[in-house]
Nanobody
């Protein structure tokens, strides 16, 4: 009964900011690595950022210095702060629970559109 629900997407102008949130239920959130993925129209889904249970982070080169992943284990929430947004960041963003074999659970996604 793993449940991942994203929120915070929307339309933003280039250079603007958005903060995505993911509410997690149905597992011991604090013991799992979590990640944000995105899929732009016509492109493959890609890892944007991940964070381990211990707080170690990893970012795609395209978002380094602009995006920050964080987590609140007490509130069972995952966040992605996105700054200096570019049109190429436009995609559906997914909260996910990756493991050694791949991603075992996905949220439904939230649309982020960066446009003037």
């Amino acid at each position: 009964q793993v449940h991942l629900v994203e929120s915070g997407g929307g339309l933003v102008q280039p250079g603007g900011s958005l903060r995505l949130s993911c509410e997690a239920r149905g597992f011991i959130f604090g013991r799992n690595t979590m990640g944000w993925y995105r899929q732009a129209s016509g492109k493959q889904r890609e890892l944007v950022a991940s964070i381990t249970s211990g707080g170690a982070t990893n970012y795609a080169d395209s978002v380094k210095g602009r995006f920050t992943i964080s987590r609140d284990n007490v509130r069972r929430r995952l966040f992605l702060q996105m700054n200096s947004l570019k049109p190429e960041d436009t995609a559906v963003y997914y909260c996910a629970r990756p493991n050694v074999s791949g991603v075992d659970y996905w949220g439904r996604g939230t649309q982020v559109t960066v446009s003037s």
